[in-house]
């Protein structure tokens, strides 16, 4: 059973930084493109960040790009993102997405979610 599961969200003030990690499980995704959503209360699942399988294609939305970096992990079928400068704007659960190739991923469509990790950014 494949399982993608998020970690490293917490509760922290604007202007600080955190890691988030998904860890995959269940199959190879070696050759799988991961992202990253979030969706804050009351909005809709919105596109963070995607890297190709390689590592070698990353993209970010408007909102997060120069802030959010996305990356594989040392461990296998790992992925992270390494958040900086956050804002208030950035509360949201945020999900790991795996599968689907990056344009597929990024409009919302990969083959498996996971189910969140809570990330709250205080004033």
């Known amino acids: 059973q494949v399982q993608l599961v998020e970690s490293g969200g917490g509760l922290v003030q604007a202007g600080d930084s955190l890691k988030l990690s998904c860890a995959a499980s269940g199959r190879t995704f070696s050759n799988y493109a991961m992202g990253w959503f979030r969706q804050a209360p009351g909005k809709e699942r919105e596109f963070v960040a995607a890297?190709?399988?390689?590592?070698?294609?990353?993209y970010y939305s408007d909102s997060v790009k120069g802030r959010f970096t996305i990356s594989k992990g040392s461990a296998k079928n790992t992925v992270l993102m390494q958040m900086n400068s956050l804002k208030p704007e950035d509360t949201a659960v945020y999900y790991c997405a795996a599968g689907g190739g990056t344009s597929r991923l990024r409009l919302g469509q990969p083959a498996y979610w996971g189910r969140g990790t809570q990330v709250t950014v205080s004033t």
């Open positions: 890297m190709s399988w390689d590592g070698g294609s990353t």
